[in-house]
Structure formats: C-alpha cells, structure tokens
C-alpha cells in the first residue's frame, strides 16, 4: 500500500445530538441517523486517513437507525467489535466480530442496540486484492454489488487488538507524524485481509439471498410507509 502523505487522526465527542454533526461519519458517504430512544446521549468518533483509504470508527451509546451510501469508489469493509445484541444491517443480524463486506456505492440501512461500537475501512478494490495476494497467494471473494457478510472465526479478536493497538499510538501526534505511522495504518488493512482470507466464508454466503430478499422487503416497506 503506498502512502506518500502524513497520515490525519481525527478524535471527536459529541454529546448533543445533531444530525448534520453525524452526516459525514464515513468518509466520502452521507448517512441520516434518527434516535430510536431516549436517554443519555454519547457518540465518539475516531477517523484515520491515509493516502487514498480510511478507517473510521463510532461508539455509540444511543440508539439508532442509520440510512446512507457508501463510497461510490472504494470498498467498504467494516464490523462491530463491541455490542450488546445483535445490531440489523442490509438484512443480516449482525454480532460481535462478523465483517461485512459493502460493495461500491453500496446503500446502508443499519440499526443498532445501545452501546455499539462499529469499524470500517475504505479502500480500493484494486488495491486490496493486490495485498490479499501479497499476503495469500489469492484474492477475497468479495461481491461484486450489495452486501455480504464474513463470520471470522475468532469473533475478530486480532483485528480488534491491531486496531486498538494503532489507534493508541496515532493519538499520539509524534507517532502520527512519523514513517511509523505509515506502518500502523498498512496493518490495519492488512489484517481485515487476513481476517477475511480465514473466515468461515461458505456459512456467510450461504445467507446473502435471503438477507437480500429481506432487505429489499424492508425498502419497499419503509418507501410505502413515507
């Protein structure tokens, strides 16, 4: 992965809820959120920027129902490291450590329970074939169009930890400022390869046509509904 630039650390609170403060929480994408319960309100939201990818990530104690699109040009890969019941996506229950896989331009329908945390990165696609065969010997099966869904088999326990790990050291503006913060956001990317490459990927596709069916129902539902 080539990164010729320093990379940016973005680290915000917000503790009054403002829709348009929530727009842009993926990068490159626009996503409406709507609170689904009342209480204490809390969001944090971390995003990485490194040459031509991101990673953003959002621990949200609220709440919500989320309605967006991603990047029309990169990939989006994403999962939820922390949460207390399984969150609703694109038609998948989705828990703790299943990476879903968005294709470009992918719409997103998303509603979570309180306390969830989610994690994503945009690349492109090109590009991350490129590594999963530097660090495979093959490319992911990834779709071509709509949503799929990757159960790791480690509920993503490493990917966790590297994140984690990467996020500590780029708080720091020395770190962020140094070749060494090239290396953090490589590895980030790396290891939602390998964690991909070693998923269970034959239980996960087999539910794609009927989380698409679901889906598309749940569409329909919500326009009639309007």
């Known amino acids: 992965m080539l990164i010729n630039e320093q990379c940016d650390f973005v680290d915000r609170r917000i503790e ?12 490159d994408g626009r996503y409406d959120h709507r ?4 209480g204490s309100f809390a969001v944090r939201h971390r995003r990485v920027v490194f ?15 989320v309605n967006g699109q991603f990047s029309e040009h990169q990939v989006c890969l994403g999962f939820t490291p922390r949460i207390e019941r399984p969150a609703w996506c694109n038609g998948f229950n989705l828990g703790r450590g299943e990476i879903m896989c968005f294709t470009e331009g992918t719409e997103l329908q998303f509603r979570n329970a309180p306390n969830t945390s989610w994690q994503v990165i945009l690349v492109d696609r090109k590009e991350l074939q490129e590594i999963a065969m530097i660090l495979t ?9 709509g949503t799929a869904n990757f159960k790791a088999l480690d509920d993503a326990r490493n ?5 984690e790990l990467a996020l500590a050291d780029l708080g720091n503006p020395e770190t962020l400022a140094s070749p060494a913060a090239h290396g953090l956001c490589e590895e980030i990317v790396n290891e939602f390869v390998r964690t991909i490459a070693s998923t269970d990927d034959l239980a996960g596709r087999s539910l794609t046509g009927f989380a698409g ?9 919500e326009e009639y509904l309007r």
């Open 16 to 27: 009054t809820f403002d829709p348009e403060t929530l727009l842009e929480v993926i990068r």
């Open 51 to 65: 040459g031509n990818s991101s990673f953003d990530r959002g621990d949200y104690s609220p709440a919500f129902s």
């Open 35 to 38: 609170l689904l319960e009342g």
């Open 213 to 221: 069916y679901r889906y598309g129902a749940m569409r329909r539902a």
């Open 159 to 163: 990917l966790s930890s590297t994140i």
């Open 137 to 145: 010997g093959q490319q992911l099966e990834l779709p071509e169009k």
